[in-house]
C-alpha cells in the first residue's frame, strides 16, 4: 500500500479541519518541507496541514491521535538540528499562518502571540522602548513556537538568558488533542512549573498554539567595540579578565581568523584579514555604568596587547562591527562549499584547552575548522569545512564535528548550548546522560505523550516505550480527607 | 548517607526535608521523613566560570559565604533563617534579587535527583548555556519533593556589585504608589531590585542600582519619582523587606499578580491590616497577615489572583495552592504518576 492509501482517510478529515487549500499532498510540493535549516537531512512528509487557529490545530492533533499517525509542528524551518524534519507517512502541521500578535500590553510588559509570529516582529511590536532579549541569529525568519520549542539564544544570552527566561505562559494542544493552559501573564504560578518543562522540549510534548512573553525597557545606552588579537585564546583571556572584573556584557562574541577572512570578504565591515582572533563586546545598560564599565573594557584589552582596537561611534557602524559577526555562517561559503556546524558547550575556562584539541582535529581530519563563538557563556560554533563533492568527506567532516563534541562534553560542557539536539545530536546524548537520566526524561516524555507520537525519532537516542503507570494511581487518606492535594 | 537507597528502602509515605524552616508549607505528616543534612558539600565552586555545584544540604548562607570571597555571589536571597539550597529550590522560595536575576528557575542550571525508587539522575549540566535533554530542573523547582529528592544543583553565579544604592519614594497613597512603580519598572534604568512595601498605612516604592557607580543611577530615579530619599548604606532596608515573607505565628500569602495590580493589593493590605511586600515589576508579591480574620484575606486575594498559602497558623485549615487551572492540574496529575508512580513522596 502507498503512504498515500495509509493517510487517505486521516487527510480528508484534516481537508474537513482547515480547508483543502491549507493541505499540502503533492509530492513536489511536499519537498519544500522535506527539511529544516539543517539540509543534510531530508524527508517527505505524508501530508503537510497548514492550520489558522488553536481549534484548527487541535482538530489536526485529534484527527492525528485517532488515525495513530505521527506529527511534526514546525515554525519557519531555520532551526539547525532537523529538530523539525517531518517523520515519513506522518503529518507535518506548519505553523506559518497563525502569525498574530494577540495583545501588546506594555503596561505589564506583555506581549501574547501565537506560534508563528516572527521572533523580530515582537521586538518592532514593543518599540521604541521596550524589547524581546532572546535573538537568534535568524530572527528575522524564526518564529516563536519555534524559540519555545529549541529554548533559542542568541548574542544577547549570556546577560540577558534565554527564551525559557522570557516564557510566562502558553497554551497547549497536548499530543492527544487536549488543550492545556499554563501560567499566563503573571510569574510563579501555584502548581508545577510544566510550563518550564515544555520550553525546549523540541516539540516532542505537543504544540504550543498561544504565547505569552515578557518583554524588557531598551537600554539607556549602548557601547560597541570589536578588538583584534593575535589568537582566539589570547581573545580568550580577555573575555576572561572582563567577567572576573565584574562586567557583564550584554554581548560577547569572538570569531578567529578563518571566519574573519570569510565575514570580511562578504560585508567589508572593515576586519583585518590578518588577525588571529576578533573580540566584539558590546555593554549596556544606565548610561553612567555603561560608560563607566566600557573604558575599563577597553583598558583589558590594551593591557592584553590587542592590535587594534575599533569603537563604534554610531549606530551604523555598530550595525557594520554585528554584520561581520552575523554573516560569519553565510559567509562560509567562500571557504569552502559545505560546513558542519556545531554547538557545544564549555566552561569558559577550558577554552584554552578545547580550542586547542579543536586544531589538533582538524589537523588529523585534514579539513579546515572556522570558529565563531558566543564567548560569554562558553557557547562554541565550529565549522567544520568540506567539499561534498569530494568522496567521502562528508562522513570525514562529520566524524571530525563528533569527535569536537565528544572534547566539549569532556571538559564538562555539554553538545548543544541553542540549536537542540533534534535528530543531529541525539546519538551523543549518551555522553552526556546516562541510561537512568534518559529513562527520567523519558517519564517527562511519557506523562505529555504516551503513544509518542508529538514529533517522533528526536531528542532521545534509542526508540524507549512509555508503558502503563504501574499499578493503580492510590489517592493519599489525607487527599480523601480534603486535607492535602496533589499536584 | 546514601539518600537515594534511604529513599528506595523506605515504606509508606515519604517527606524530602532541609533544614525544616518552611514545614508550615507542606501539608499532611509523612510516615517517614528523610533529612538532606548529609549532603552538605560545595561540591564545586568554578570562579572563573561563575558556576558552583552544591549539595542539597548546603546552608544557602553558608554557600553564599564562600562566594562572596571571590567577589561572587548565587543572586537567590529568600528570608534566610538557615535554609538549605536544597529547600529554597524546592520550595521557590525568592526575595528582591529576584527581580533582576530572575527565580530559582532560571539560576539552576543543572540538579541531580532521586527517584522514589531509588533511581538516580541528572538533569541539565554545569554549564549556564544548555539545551541537551528536557529541563527536569525547572520541573522540580518549587515541586515540594512531590516528584523526587533534589540531591545535588548546579547553579550559574553573579558578580556581586563594587556598590548599591537605593532610592525611596513614600507615600499613603496607593494610586501614587503604583504609578511610581510603573514609571520606574519602564524606565531605562537597570535596578537590582524594585520592591514595595505597605504596613501600618504607609507604602514605600524603592529602587536599588548596583555597579560602579550605583549614587549616580539611583539619583536618576530621584529625579523621575520627584520625590524621592537616597539611602547608599542600604542593605538594612533591604533585609527588611526580606523578613517581612515570613510570619512566625501567623499567614503570609504569595501572590501571582501584574505590575498593574499593585495599588488593588495595596488596599487590600490596608483593608486588611497586612503586611505587604513584593517585586513591582514582577507582580509578584507576599502579604504577611500576622492576626484577624486569616481566611477573609485569602478569600479576598484567591478572587481574583493565584495565590499560595506559606506560612500559617498550625490550626489554620487551607490548601496550598488553591485554585489551578484544571488542564494544568490533570497534566500535572499525569507527570506525578510517571515520576512516583506509587504516590509515596508527599
Known sequence: MTAGAVLAPLIEELRAAVGAEHVVTHEHQLRTYESDGLLQYAVTPGAVVLPASTGEVQAVVRACHRAGVPFVARGAGSGLSGGALPVEDGVLIALSRMRRILEVDLDNQRVIVEPGVTNIAVSQAVAPDHFYPPDPSSQIVCTIGGNVAENSGGAHCFKYGFTTNYVTGLELVLPDGELVRLGGKGVDPPGLDLLGAFVGSEGTLGVATRIWLRIVPKPESVRTLVAFFG????????????????????????????????????????????????????????????????????????????????????????????????????????????????????????????????????????????????????????????????????????????????????????????????????????????????????????????????????????????????????????????????? | MDLAAALARSEGTVRVRGAGTKRAWTRGEPDVELSTEGLDEIVEHNVGDLTAVLGAGVPLARAQGKFAEAGQMLALDPPDGGATIGGVVAANDSGPLRSRYGGARDLVVGMRIALADGTVAKSGGKVIK???????????????????????????LHPLPPATATAVARSDDPDALGRAALALSHARFEQMGLDAR???????????????????????????????????????????????????????????????????????????????????????HWLRHDEGDHMALVEALRGRWAAAVLDRPADLEVDRDGRVDPGARMLAERVKERFDPSGRLI
Not at chain 1, 554584520?323 to 558547550?345: E, L, W
Not at chain 1, 541510561?435 to 524507549?464: H, W
Not at chain 2, 528536557?134 to 519533593?145: C, E, M, N, R, T
Request: charged share 25%; proline share 5%.
Open chain 1, 231 to 487: 589568537s582566539p585564546v589570547q581573545a580568550g583571556e580577555v573575555v576572561s579578565e572582563i567577567v572576573s572584573g565584574g562586567i557583564v556584557p550584554g554581548a560577547i562574541e569572538m570569531m578567529d581568523n578563518l571566519s574573519i577572512r570569510a565575514a570580511e570578504g562578504y560585508t567589508n565591515a572593515g576586519y583585518p584579514t590578518d588577525a588571529g582572533a576578533a573580540l566584539v563586546v558590546e555593554l549596556d545598560g544606565s548610561e553612567a555604568e555603561c560608560e563607566a564599565r566600557f573604558e575599563q573594557v577597553v583598558a583589558i584589552c590594551e593591557d592584553a596587547g590587542a592590535d587594534s582596537i575599533r569603537v563604534a561611534q554610531d549606530e551604523a557602524e555598530r550595525e557594520l562591527i554585528w554584520q561581520a559577526r552575523k554573516a560569519a555562517f553565510a559567509a562560509m561559503g567562500r571557504i569552502a562549499p559545505n560546513y558542519y556546524v556545531q554547538d557545544s558547550v564549555i566552561p569558559r575556562t577550558r577554552l584554552a584547552e578545547v580550542l586547542g584539541r579543536i586544531e589538533e582535529l582538524g589537523r588529523e581530519y585534514g579539513l579546515q575548522v572556522a570558529n565563531v563563538f558566543h564567548a560569554g557563556d562558553g557557547n562554541l560554533h565550529p565549522l567544520v569545512c568540506y567539499d561534498g563533492s569530494n568522496p567521502g568527506e562528508a562522513e570525514r567532516a562529520e566524524e571530525c564535528a563528533g569527535e569536537i563534541v565528544r572534547a566539549c562534553v569532556e571538559a564538562g560542557g555539554s553538545i548543544t548550548g541553542e540549536h537542540g539536539v533534534g535528530v543531529d545530536k541525539k546519538r551523543y546524548m549518551p555522553e552526556m546522560f546516562s541510561d537512568a537520566d534518559l529513562g527520567t526524561f523519558q517519564r517527562l516524555r511519557c506523562a505529555f505523550d504516551p503513544e509518542q507520537r508529538s514529533n517522533p525519532g528526536k531528542v532521545m537516542p534509542t526508540p524507549r516505550l512509555c508503558g502503563e503507570v504501574p499499578g493503580p494511581y492510590r489517592r493519599h487518606p489525607l487527599e480523601q480527607a480534603g486535607v492535602a492535594e496533589r499536584f
Open chain 2, 198 to 284: 505597605w504596613e501600618d498605612g504607609a507604602g514605600v516604592v524603592m529602587a536599588r542600582f548596583g555597579g560602579a557607580t550605583a549614587v549616580a543611577q539611583a539619583e536618576a530615579a530621584q529625579r523621575l519619582l520627584g520625590d524621592a530619599e537616597i539611602v547608599e548604606d542600604d542593605d538594612a532596608v533591604w533585609e527588611a523587606q526580606r523578613a517581612a515573607q515570613r510570619s512566625p505565628s501567623g499567614l503570609v500569602v504569595k501572590v501571582s499578580a501584574l505590575q498593574t495590580d499593585l495599588p488593588q493589593l495595596l488596599r487590600i493590605a490596608r483593608d486588611h491590616g497586612a503586611t505587604l511586600v513584593g517585586r513591582a515589576a514582577l507582580g509578584l
Open chain 2, 130 to 156: 544548555n539545551v541537551a535533554g528536557y529541563d527536569l530542573a525547572k520541573l522540580f523547582v518549587g515541586s515540594f519533593g512531590q516528584l523526587g529528592a533534589i540531591l545535588e544543583v548546579s547553579v550559574r
